[in-house]
């Protein structure tokens, strides 16, 4: 009886778990016909939905913004494993909506176009509820930022208002990686505010990916924000050196951003300035709209109102844009400034308070076109209009800051860089470089420090690095430290033992390979291993720590002499222009919104730099009771022998305006095309029987027999005598680091500047007959003045201006620059002796012969002054 009776309780209790095992079962018995759709289990009644808690990353990101995600598709249970999950889904989707798929036909793969940007999710939780409010803020300072090598690193800072740190926030960072990096030892890390929010490997060679994820509520603050990339690399197969250069990673401002639950930004004082943020070339600009700006009185103020803002803002690459009516709605990363008095605005500014008209106001006003406030700057007149410019300055306006200990890098390149005027010694710990454990083939840690604007230690001197470091045994001797200053191997010091801890072990660094203004220096020790040479398989991903440095490393810098030269265009750069107690009188070609504009982009930059608005006075013309003149203009605008004056030839006049401004550099679809179209011609004209005969008698005329022979004469030209006298020049260029040139005592004057033909800009300066320097920045056009202006004014472009001339390259981001032939010195700091010492030394080591005239007249002085002595004092023997 009871055999009987299990089977009926069994029917029974599935009978009654109908619908949950339905649920925990989806699956049917019955055969599917082919097209046919699945049948269902037994009805059910549909159970309620549940409320769920909002998942931690409500959104994803995709190529042309945020569109909340996708609820995740239930996935059958994976089996069992030894090996632990991911932490994240880094896998491309494609987010294009497909046809479902049909019965019994194969689903073709997602094809994405090369070099687009693809999305990966962010978490496998469920969705919260559709919000397509969102706010997006590009992040990265440049327009790109490539990590290479092993490891590498950038910091900077970014502000927000406290509305954007209160709201809930996720990171979109987009990285395109090269092929032999290997995904699983390598890891890509974003830290804001010393937590990391991205760890992720390493593995998008194919294109550009894009990663989402959420930020912890709490982890964002009103205000500063520091935020840290790192990567580190190790190569696929390759256990050499040389191989570690292959090695990159590049993150691209493009989809690199933060995402905010938020329709509008909310700039509510003058202290969120700096929340305005950048666009995706790290660029902030800041549309000036006033009336009637042809007018003198409006052109002063608008100028010094510029180097306020971006100064206030913080700005790491401040353009100016200049209008006379409202441009339209603010881009992202644009701040609109109106200024003028209170009657002028009543017909740019809606709703203007009616304290301006009793006042002087600077206050943030919502726009009702844009979703960015507008600053407005106004007062009843002119005066009162001053007074509301230096509210907007705050503090930066209390005086011209000389002697600071850093220098305001931080929004884009963190830690602040030290400022050293003399001997000092900085720790690494205090430029950001923590203790690090390494077990790579080279270690690199970077770092800055920047110099006044009168350094002159050009040929004199030596830093000193003081390195605590460690290496074990495994390291070989013939591993080396390597010290760059400036992109150029400044100093070396080789690994002679086995297994070592360096205290305080000094590497000298000449200062002639320093410059004023930032300069940019790594340490790098590159270390040799008899297991890197055996190169077994699985080598590249050991992990067993080779190298450690230590945070109480230092660069010690020597004093240094300290004088200013003109002319000399680091002073522009370095925040030093114009010397002395004289305001530079600022002359532009033309009043009109460009040639403003790219006046007001040069002030702003220049005021970043030092630290406080530039002392300069505006006019229509230069007079001869001018010190320091600067010339903004379009080169078809420049007054008759103004080119002779900045010593630059006047072809430059003809060749600009019959040559039309190279354009920028194509995008890489551009390129391509470009080079596939070239590739065609190249292949037709092989074809050409003229080209072929052409190509036949010219490799008959460059015949080895024919090329041996004119070498043969050539050297055979030179006689012994010759040839002795060029070995013994090399020798002392490579040996003492002398030339004919350095022993000449003809002056050296300078010829006339010709610029590369292709260049887009020229900065260039002269000195005058009176104590001054004239200054001159142009261009083929006032557009073109206005654009590569701006494109001047980024940090890392910025900092390269120096010598006499510089001249902007149209598709690299360099300057071609003349050194300084000429010069006179310029005081600068109060006459001491121990000063006067070290720029008579740093002189005589650049003029080496008068050095030398000069010791063998004070030898034979000496030697005169002593006969007589004796001769008079003495007795004969």
Same mark, same amino acid.
């Given at each position: ?244 250069? *292959?090695?990159?990673?590049?993150? =691209?401002?493009?989809? &690199?951003?933060? /995402?905010?639950? %938020?329709?509008?930004?909310? @700039? !509510? +004082? ?53 209008? *006379?009516?409202?441009?339209?709605? =603010?881009?992202?990363? &644009?701040?609109? /400034?109106?200024? %003028?008095?209170?009657?002028? @605005? !009543? +017909? ?75 001997? !000092? +010694? ?452």
């Amino acid at each position: 009886m009871r055999a009987h009776l299990i089977p009926l309780l069994a029917m029974f209790g599935l009978l009654g778990a109908g619908p949950a095992f339905a649920q925990a079962a989806p699956f049917t018995m019955s055969p599917t016909r082919p097209g046919a759709p699945p049948v269902s289990s037994p009805a059910a009644p549909a159970a309620p939905p549940r409320e769920e808690a909002p998942a931690a990353a409500p959104f994803s990101m995709q190529p042309g913004g945020v569109a909340p995600a996708r609820p995740p598709v239930p996935r059958p249970a994976a089996p069992a494993s030894s090996t632990p999950a991911a932490p994240f889904d880094i896998a491309p989707q494609d987010t294009r909506q497909s046809p479902p798929p049909q019965a019994g036909r194969p689903t073709p793969p997602a094809v994405r176009p090369q070099g687009a940007i693809q999305t990966a999710p962010a978490t496998t939780q469920a969705s919260a509820p559709r919000n397509t409010a969102r706010l997006e803020r590009p992040l990265l300072p440049f327009e790109m930022i490539r990590l290479d090598g092993e490891n590498d690193s950038r910091s900077w800072a970014f502000h927000l208002t406290p509305d954007e740190a209160a709201s809930r926030a996720s990171i979109a960072i987009a990285y395109q990686n090269a092929v032999v990096v290997m995904p699983e030892a390598s890891r890509l890390r974003a830290i804001i505010n010393g937590e990391a929010v991205v760890n992720v490997p390493i593995s998008s060679s194919q294109g550009f990916q894009q990663i989402v994820l959420p930020i912890r509520p709490g982890l964002l603050r009103g205000g500063q924000n520091i935020i840290r990339l790192e990567a580190l690399q190790r190569h696929r197969t390759d256990c050499t050196v040389r191989a570690t250069y *292959e090695l990159w990673t590049d993150i =691209s401002a493009e989809a &690199t951003k933060l /995402v905010f639950e %938020g329709s509008s930004k909310t @700039l !509510r +004082s003058l202290e969120d300035l700096p929340a305005v943020g950048i666009d995706q070339k790290g660029v902030t600009t800041i549309r000036v709209v006033a009336p009637k700006i042809y007018r003198p009185e409006i052109r002063d103020r608008l100028l010094r109102l510029v180097q306020m803002v971006a100064l206030r803002g913080r700005y790491a690459h401040p353009v100016i844009q200049v209008f *006379e009516a409202d441009p339209g709605p =603010s881009p992202v990363g &644009t701040i609109k /400034v109106v200024m %003028g008095t209170a009657g002028e @605005l !009543r +017909s740019l500014v809606a709703a203007l308070p009616e304290a301006a008209a009793v006042q002087p106001l600077a206050i943030m006003m919502q726009d009702g076109t844009s979703s960015m406030p507008s600053l407005v700057v106004t007062g009843p007149t002119w005066n009162d209009l001053d007074t509301a410019i230096n509210i907007v300055g705050g503090a930066a306006f209390n005086g011209r800051v000389l002697d600071r200990t850093t220098i305001d890098t931080a929004s884009w390149h963190w830690p602040e860089v030290p400022t050293t005027l003399g001997r !000092r +010694s900085i720790r690494f710990a205090d430029m950001g470089i923590p203790t690090q454990e390494f077990s790579g083939r080279r270690f690199r840690a970077r770092f800055a420090i920047n110099l006044p604007s009168d350094f002159y230690a050009t040929d004199y001197g030596e830093a000193t690095l003081s390195l605590d470091a460690a290496h074990t045994s495994m390291v070989k001797p013939g591993s080396h430290f390597d010290i760059y200053v400036n992109g150029k191997i400044a100093s070396t010091m080789t690994i002679t033992s086995r297994g070592s801890v360096f205290r305080r072990q000094e590497i000298r660094v000449p200062m002639r390979n320093f410059e004023a203004g930032i300069n940019h220096l790594s340490l790098e020790a590159v270390l040799l291993t008899d297991a890197d040479e055996r190169c077994a398989p699985g080598e590249t991903l050991s992990e067993m720590n080779r190298f450690v440095l230590f945070d109480s490393t230092s660069l010690n810098i020597p004093n240094f002499g300290r004088i200013g030269r003109e002319p000399d265009l680091a002073a522009l750069s370095s925040g030093g222009f114009p010397y002395g107690d004289f305001p530079a009188t600022f002359v532009l070609a033309r009043p009109d919104p460009l040639t403003y504009s790219a006046s007001g982009t040069l002030l702003a930059r220049m005021a970043r730099d030092s630290g406080a608005p530039v002392r300069a006075q505006f006019a229509n013309a230069a007079s001869l009771s001018d010190r320091s003149v600067v010339f903004v203009g379009a080169i078809d605008q420049l007054p008759a022998g103004l080119l002779d004056r900045v010593n630059v030839s006047e072809n430059l006049r003809m060749i600009w305006q019959s040559t039309p401004s190279p354009g920028r550099l194509a995008p890489s679809g551009a390129a391509e095309s470009r080079s596939e179209s070239q590739g065609l011609q190249v292949a037709s004209t092989q074809y050409d029987p003229t080209m072929s005969r052409m190509v036949l008698d010219q490799s008959d005329m460059n015949s080895t027999d024919e090329v041996r022979r004119r070498w043969s004469e050539s050297i055979q030209r030179r006689g012994i005598i010759q040839q002795t006298i060029a070995s013994f020049k090399d020798w002392m260029e490579r040996t003492f680091n002398l030339s004919l040139a350095s022993l000449s005592l003809e002056d050296k004057g300078s010829l006339a500047y010709e610029p590369p033909q292709r260049s887009t800009l020229l900065l260039a300066q002269n000195r005058t007959e009176g104590a001054g320097t004239w200054t001159l920045v142009t261009a083929r056009t006032e557009e073109s003045l206005a654009q590569e202006t701006a494109r001047l004014a980024a940090p890392m472009l910025w900092s390269q201006v120096a010598g006499r001339a510089a001249a902007l390259e149209p598709s690299e981001e360099k300057l071609a620059v003349q050194p300084i032939d000429d010069f006179i010195f310029v005081q600068t700091l109060p006459l001491s002796f121990w000063n006067l010492r070290l720029v008579a030394a740093n002189w005589m080591s650049i003029n080496i012969l008068q050095y030398a005239l000069l010791m063998v007249a004070c030898c034979t002085l000496l030697g005169a002054a002593t006969y007589v002595l004796l001769s008079r004092l003495g007795r004969r023997s």
